[in-house]
């Protein structure tokens, strides 16, 4: 909606970006145009004598300052940024800054354009440089390379022109508006309070029913005292019967949040004890497969003793049918409030001495004995 309004600083924004990016994807570049050319100076002391030398640089002008000219570059932009970041970082930015900030901007910018510039010069240019001689070969290489890395400048210049007018700048845009529109904020609180509200009626809504229901309902001592333990449960098994044995839709009460919890409780507690069943039924059942696997596997064995001490084999066969008896499984609650589970159930330990543990084992190794 305002994002109009601060389509001048995105622009700005975008050139600090542009130089930015510009010159840290092509410090490298730079660098390697100044190896490459201490390399072929070398080679110049090194194989030629002084009149050659001469003769050479005449030629190599054109590419000297060329590279002087991308070094230069590199140090102007990267001061220029500095003292731009330097201003932009202050929140209480006077005129005086804002103009120093627009003309660090335009600096900036000839920086960049004059950098193109001298680019493409020297792509048109440096095929009309050559030389003759011992050095030809070596010239004619530095020079291969020289254009290369010029033109992967260009690419990277391209690609990020590209990558940059694509961009929205979304985030940015968002910050410069709370900075620059007051009425980015008025807009941004209306926007919070529209999801705020509601959250602030339902804990309204809540304290007023409560009043309400205390105002309303004095005499029901059993609504009351249903109330207070829904909200703050310590007696859990009186809370479990009273809701499973009150009939809800009797049950008029002015406070909306009171009869939804007694509602949800009441479905919570009719699943679970669905749930207990189930889970009775299923052990109950496993457990019964494996009573009757177990026989199976002993009956052969069984019939094997029968066969040399029928007293032994009627001895075993009443001890087997007292340990394989079909029995109900039912599941053990470790809290006092399943299924909610806010409070475990306190389990009692018997701490002994180390005394007593001895007595207790050689105690009973001797009533064995005898």
């Keep these: 909606m305002f994002s109009s309004s601060v389509k001048n600083s995105i622009d700005k924004h975008k050139i600090c970006e542009r130089i930015k990016l510009y010159s840290l994807t092509n410090k490298q ?9 201490k390399e072929f100076n070398d080679k110049i002391i090194t194989r030629l004598n002084l009149a050659e ?18 070094s230069l570059f590199v140090i102007n932009a990267t001061k220029k940024l500095t003292q731009f970041n330097k201003i932009d970082e202050n929140f209480s930015s006077t005129n005086e800054d804002e103009l120093k900030k627009i003309k660090i901007l335009n600096d900036l910018d000839n920086l960049l354009n004059n950098e193109l510039i001298s680019d493409n010069d020297f792509i048109t240019n440096i095929n009309s440089i ?8 070596d010239f004619d290489d530095f020079k291969i390379t020289l254009t290369k890395l010029v033109n992967d400048k260009i690419e990277n210049y391209n690609s990020l022109n590209i990558l940059l007018n694509k961009s929205n700048f979304y985030i940015k845009t968002i910050q410069l508006l709370f900075i620059e529109s007051p009425f980015s904020w008025l807009l941004t609180l209306a926007v919070c309070s529209i999801f705020l509200l509601p959250i602030y009626f339902k804990y ?34 009186w809370l479990e019967n009273k809701i499973k044995s009150i009939n809800i839709t009797n049950v008029k009460t002015s406070d909306y949040y009171f009869q939804r919890m007694l509602i949800e409780h009441r479905i919570i507690l009719e699943e679970y004890d669905e749930t207990k069943k189930l889970f009775k039924k299923k052990l109950t059942h496993n457990i019964s ?61 018997t ?14 190794n001797l009533e064995t004995n005898d």
């Design 29 to 37: 570049l730079i660098k390697e145009e100044f190896i490459n050319q």
């Design 53 to 70: 030398v001469r003769i050479i640089t005449k030629h190599l002008n054109i590419i000297n300052s060329k590279i002087t000219t991308d």
């Design 130 to 137: 050559s030389i003759a001689g011992s050095l030809k070969k």
């Design 204 to 237: 309204k809504a809540r304290n007023l029913c409560s009043k309400v229901f205390k105002t309303e309902e004095k005499n029901e001592s059993e609504i009351i005292k249903l109330r207070e333990e829904l909200i703050n449960t310590t007696n859990f098994n």
């Design 289 to 349: 497969l494996f009573n009757r696997a177990s026989l199976v596997k002993l009956t052969p064995l069984l019939e094997k003793l029968k066969q040399y001490n029928i007293k032994k084999y009627n001895e075993i066969l009443i001890s087997i049918s007292k340990e394989f008896v079909d029995e109900e499984i039912i599941k053990y609650e470790y809290w006092l409030d399943s299924p909610f589970r806010t409070k475990m159930r306190s389990i009692t330990k």
């Design 351 to 364: 701490l002994n001495e180390e005394k007593e543990l001895l007595d207790f084992i050689y105690n009973q």
